[in-house]
């Protein structure tokens, strides 16, 4: 470990703050919390970009995570802001109303709670590509690097594919309280899930080209924590069960997470 990751590490959580404390300001004026949401991904690309402008790594290493992650990013947040376009996304309007009920004031518990809570996780996460992009040894590619962009391709297929076959499913109206249950669907409960847990090891595989890579596990277990933890996976499966008549049988046919065959 170089003291060069730790310092670009430091300036990136100067970086996150900047960027949700200013995200925030912005929700607060347009009305919409789930603006946090679209700029998930956008953040990792604006983290990359400045630690490329401040870091002194491995020139291919840098130039691949910066590819990566700008694809990445770029796809999740179109996506979320397609599905989210000309409203405020219901699980927050929910949370604004509930907060204020109670007397609260919805800002300030938007700018701790969402924002500066989102911008921790973001800056745990970055942690594995701000070390990737400030090692120079190995001064170029290794096998690992090409197993974990594999596994990152991957991941990104399980992800765009996923969204698209629920985006479709949902925009049909004959579809209202059913329970997707086809394409990627049939084999994992959460292929998105699952291509983001895949998307994230794929970064892990190529910082541990360095073996001091190992350290950015971190970043690994941040997002599988809030994929599977109880505001991931579990929170949205808590919601179906209550929405979708179907979706317990669907539970006890289909895997959880990794895919496979459906059970009879």
């Known amino acids: ?28 004026v347009v009305k919409d919390s789930s603006i946090a949401d679209i700029f998930w991904g956008l ?8 630690t490329a402008t401040v870091s002194d790594g491995s020139e291919e290493r ?16 179109a996506y979320i802001g397609w599905r989210n376009w000309g409203a405020e996304d219901a ?10 009920s109670q007397g609260k004031s919805f800002a300030v518990h938007t700018l701790v709670h969402i924002y500066w809570l989102q911008g921790a996780f973001m800056w745990l996460v970055s942690l594995v590509l701000t070390f990737s992009m400030t090692m120079t040894t190995p001064p170029t590619l290794g096998a690992l690097a090409y197993v974990g962009t594999t596994l990152w391709g991957i991941g ?19 579809n209202a309280g059913k329970v997707m249950d086809k394409g990627l669907w049939r084999y994992t409960r959460h292929p998105n899930y699952f291509g983001e847990a895949c998307v994230w090891l794929g970064f892990f595989l190529i910082a541990l080209e360095n073996i001091w890579g190992a350290v950015t596990v971190v970043s690994l277990a941040t997002i599988c924590y809030a994929l599977l933890g109880p505001s991931g996976k579990e929170l949205v499966e808590r919601r179906m069960s209550k929405k979708r008549p179907g979706f317990d049988a669907y539970k006890k046919r289909t895997s959880a997470f990794f895919p496979l065959p459906p059970r009879p």
């Open 1 to 28: 470990m170089t003291n060069e990751f730790l310092t670009v590490a430091a300036m990136n959580a100067g970086l996150v703050l900047a960027m949700m404390t200013a995200l925030w300001a912005l929700s607060v």
């Open 43 to 50: 953040g990792f690309v604006f983290i990359v970009f400045f």
């Open 62 to 77: 840098r130039n691949l995570i910066m590819l990566l992650t700008s694809i990445w990013g770029v796809r999740l947040a």
């Open 91 to 100: 699980r927050y309007a929910r949370l604004r109303q509930h907060i204020e």
């Open 156 to 174: 990104m297929i399980f992800e765009t594919i996923g969204d698209w076959q629920l985006a479709n499913f949902l925009g049909n109206s004959d």
